[in-house]
Antibody, heavy 117, light 106 residues
Framework: QVQLQESGPGLVKPSETLSLSCTVS????????WNWIRQPPGKGLEWIGS???????NYNPSLKSRLTISVDTSKNQFSLKLSSVTAADTAVYYC???????????WGQGTMVTVSS | EIVMTQSPATLSVSPGERATLSCRAS??????LAWYQQKPGQAPRLLIY???TRATGIPARFSGSGSGTEFTLTISSLQSEDFAVYYC????????FGQGTKVEIK
């Protein structure tokens, strides 16, 4: 059974870049699609973007100008970089997997990122 | 962007009773609709995909129906562990979620 684990700093300063990684265990990253989803405190879910092992990406248009998602198949990891962050980017960030245009069957436990000076 | 609207925002139900949650899409998503359950401090858990297919390990008291723009999640007899927030999610065009329905104890 595939498992996902997010990692990265819990505190980022405004205007800086938020960087997170998701490690895939129990399966190969060379299958499926790998997604980032976030949830601001007390609010709903927002899909951020996805990547396939080939490096092909899809980005939420509202975040596209600040977003980079990459994959490292040698480490079975994929990563998120979100630049020029503000307090509005404060959220729990989840990684999740699906088969493209499909539901998110497996989720990581999530990691809280706070944007504050 | 396809906007997903859930109703009601909060549903108060007694244990053992039936709960019916609604989700409406701003345009047709055919059957590309999923439901998730989220408890405090936890990641969402997939309950239903393809509008009506239960995910692995999901009890039969959870059922989904609908197609096009109108969808329903029914919990036939609420158990204590079912009190949570439920989200619908479309995956026809990009991936967007409803704002959630909180099912609370009456």
């Amino acid at each position: 059974q595939v498992q996902l684990q997010e990692s990265g700093p819990g505190l980022v300063k405004p205007s800086e870049t938020l960087s997170l990684s998701c490690t895939v265990s129990g399966g190969s990253i060379s299958s499926y699609y790998w997604n980032w989803i976030r949830q601001p405190p007390g609010k709903g879910l927002e899909w951020i973007g996805s990547i396939q092992y080939t490096g092909s990406t899809n980005y939420n248009p509202s975040l596209k100008s600040r977003l980079t998602i990459s994959v490292d198949t040698s480490k079975n990891q994929f990563s998120l970089k979100l630049s020029s962050v503000t307090a509005a980017d404060t959220a729990v960030y989840y990684c999740a997997t699906n088969s493209g245009y499909d539901a998110f069957h497996i989720w990581g436990q999530g990691t809280m990122v706070t944007v504050s000076s | 962007e396809i906007v997903m609207t859930q109703s009601p925002a909060t549903l108060s139900v007694s244990p053992g009773e039936r709960a019916t949650l609604s989700c409406r899409a701003s345009q047709s998503v055919t059957s590309n609709l999923a439901w998730y359950q989220q408890k405090p401090g936890q990641a969402p858990r997939l309950l239903i995909y393809g509008a009506s297919t239960r995910a692995t390990g999901i009890p039969a008291r959870f059922s989904g129906s609908g197609s096009g723009t109108e969808f329903t999640l029914t919990i036939s007899s609420l158990q204590s562990e079912d009190f949570a927030v439920y989200y619908c999610h479309q995956y026809t065009k990009w991936w967007t979620f409803g704002q959630g329905t909180k099912v609370e104890i009456k």
